[in-house]
């Protein structure tokens, strides 16, 4: 197995521009670093203060942290916030060996948090980011306080045969100047995506230049997820592309321990977005009870 790359220069030259316009859209970063890892380098910003229970977000496919403009001002009132881009994906992380499995995924972001000092931590992921989250929840959570669950993809349910197809289908080069916007917009539940919002060209830019060499997201087994000692938050969109809304809810409150879960009927695979205000309202109100908790 190879390593991701941009499949031109010209593709990270159009990728940089995007990921550029999207970055001075963001509050200013406090600190920025790179941290080396076994599998590449792992690009993490620090917004908000410098003490707190510190928050770790993990982005959507091809998301990067261009994805959290309409969270990451909530977060970071309050919280030390660090973002990452997904190591293997497009952004500012450099991938330079193959990541083989989810073992692998695990100990690359579980060095991450360690090389930052990071203890107590409330990681959050949203779609594939909640499945890093999860991951780490499952195989290395020395370091975790809590785990917060965005409609996570391939963790609660599993994706269906038609979202595999029409995500390979939006990367083929040939179909993909009408197939990535149809289907951003399917899996956004048919809302037209607009083409002046920083994160959609983020994702485009991405999509479109980015050759990702990363195995398929393991669907975690009852006994993985029953292994979880954290408290988890899981917000489910009612009307998710992703999975089986409902079948995601039940497996999620049957099987894993400490899990606050809840199904959002209106809110697409979209949710981080679409339902922001929410989201982060239910996000700190969560992690605040967190740390009540462990302040008793």
Same mark, same amino acid.
């Given at each position: 197995?190879?390593?991701?790359? !941009?499949?031109?220069?010209?593709?990270?030259?159009?990728f940089?521009?995007?990921?550029?316009?999207?970055?001075?859209?963001?509050?200013?970063? +406090?600190?920025?670093?790179?941290?080396?890892?076994?599998f590449g380098?792992?690009?993490?910003?620090? !917004?908000g203060?410098?003490?707190?229970?510190?928050?770790?977000?993990?982005?959507?496919?091809?998301? $990067?942290?261009?994805?959290?403009?309409?969270?990451?001002?909530? !977060?970071?009132?309050?919280?030390?916030?660090? %973002?990452?881009?997904?190591? *293997?994906?497009?952004?500012?992380?450099?991938?330079?060996?193959?990541?083989?499995?989810?073992?692998?995924?695990?100990?690359?972001?579980?060095?991450?948090?360690?090389?930052l000092?990071?203890? /107590?931590?409330? @990681?959050? *992921?949203?779609?594939? /980011?909640?499945?890093?989250a999860?991951?780490l929840?499952?195989?290395?959570?020395?370091?975790?306080?809590?785990?917060?669950?965005?409609?996570?993809?391939? $963790?609660?349910?599993?994706?269906? +045969?038609?979202?595999?197809?029409?995500? +390979?289908?939006?990367?083929?080069?040939?179909?993909?100047?009408? *197939?990535?916007?149809?289907?951003?917009?399917?899996?956004?539940?048919?809302? $037209?995506?607009?083409?002046?919002?920083?994160?959609?060209?983020?994702?485009?830019?991405?999509?479109?230049?980015?050759?990702?060499?990363?195995?398929v997201? =393991?669907? !975690?087994?009852?006994?993985? @997820?029953?292994?979880?000692?954290?408290?988890?938050?899981?917000?489910?969109?009612?009307r998710?592309?992703?999975?089986?809304?409902?079948?995601?809810?039940?497996?999620?409150?049957?099987?894993?321990?400490?899990?606050? %879960?809840e199904?959002?009927?209106?809110?697409t695979?979209?949710?981080?977005?679409s339902?922001?205000t =929410?989201?982060? %309202?239910?996000?700190l109100?969560?992690?605040?009870?967190?740390?009540?908790?462990?302040a008793?």
């Amino acid at each position: 197995m190879s390593v991701g790359t !941009f499949a031109s220069p010209r593709a990270r030259t159009e990728f940089d521009a995007a990921y550029e316009a999207g970055m001075r859209a963001l509050p200013a970063p +406090a600190d920025t670093r790179d941290v080396p890892t076994d599998f590449g380098t792992v690009r993490v910003y620090r !917004f908000g203060p410098a003490r707190g229970a510190p928050i770790v977000l993990l982005p959507g496919r091809s998301g $990067t942290t261009v994805m959290w403009l309409p969270n990451l001002a909530a !977060f970071a009132e309050h919280h030390p916030v660090y %973002a990452l881009d997904l190591l *293997g994906e497009p952004g500012r992380s450099e991938q330079t060996a193959p990541i083989r499995d989810a073992a692998d995924q695990a100990v690359w972001l579980g060095t991450v948090l360690a090389a930052l000092d990071l203890d /107590g931590v409330h @990681l959050v *992921g949203v779609s594939i /980011g909640g499945w890093h989250a999860c991951n780490l929840a499952v195989r290395v959570p020395d370091r975790l306080a809590s785990v917060s669950l965005v409609d996570p993809a391939n $963790t609660l349910g599993r994706m269906p +045969a038609k979202l595999v197809l029409r995500a +390979a289908l939006a990367g083929l080069p040939l179909v993909s100047r009408w *197939g990535r916007p149809a289907f951003l917009s399917w899996i956004a539940g048919g809302a $037209t995506v607009p083409k002046d919002d920083p994160a959609t060209a983020v994702l485009d830019a991405g999509m479109r230049g980015y050759r990702m060499r990363l195995p398929v997201p =393991e669907y !975690f087994t009852d006994d993985q @997820l029953r292994s979880i000692r954290v408290p988890v938050l899981a917000l489910i969109a009612g009307r998710s592309a992703i999975h089986h809304p409902e079948a995601a809810l039940t497996r999620a409150r049957t099987l894993i321990p400490h899990v606050h %879960a809840e199904l959002w009927p209106t809110a697409t695979h979209a949710i981080s977005g679409s339902h922001a205000t =929410e989201v982060n %309202a239910a996000v700190l109100r969560f992690i605040t009870e967190v740390q009540e908790e462990v302040a008793r």
